[in-house]
């Protein structure tokens, strides 16, 4: 399906470097084009999942996003992150009643269930 993009006289398709909500990786381009008054697009966007997140919740498993202690409590939208992550399986979360497929884990806890795993 082609959707036709409306050009911006002064920035073209006006593009955006596509980042995953989840881990921040690159992992596409978005095509802004004309904005309201003709506005240059943001050259980064933190939008949708990438390829590997997304691969993780569809096969019902949860993204696990370490963020440090005293942040998850305060309920914010975007708690300090720390820069581990981890995607761990449907038997994973469902043994350990987890509903959501994105969630933030507090550094001390983490590192508790994770002893031992070397992240990249």
Sequence with gaps: MSK?????????LNPS???????????GV????????????????VHGLCPDCQGVIDQGGVMII??????????TKN???TGRICGCSAQ??????????????EQTLFSQIFQGVEFK
């Design 4 to 12: 036709n993009i409306p050009l911006s006289p002064k920035h073209g």
């Design 17 to 27: 470097v596509l980042h995953c909500e989840c881990c921040g990786k690159d992992y």
């Design 30 to 45: 978005g095509l802004m084009g004309r904005l309201p008054n003709d506005e240059e697009a943001p050259k980064d966007v």
């Design 66 to 75: 370490e963020v440090r202690d005293g942040e998850a409590e305060k309920q």
């Design 79 to 81: 708690p300090y992150r």
């Design 92 to 105: 994973f979360k469902e043994r350990n009643k987890i509903e959501s497929p994105i969630i933030y884990m």
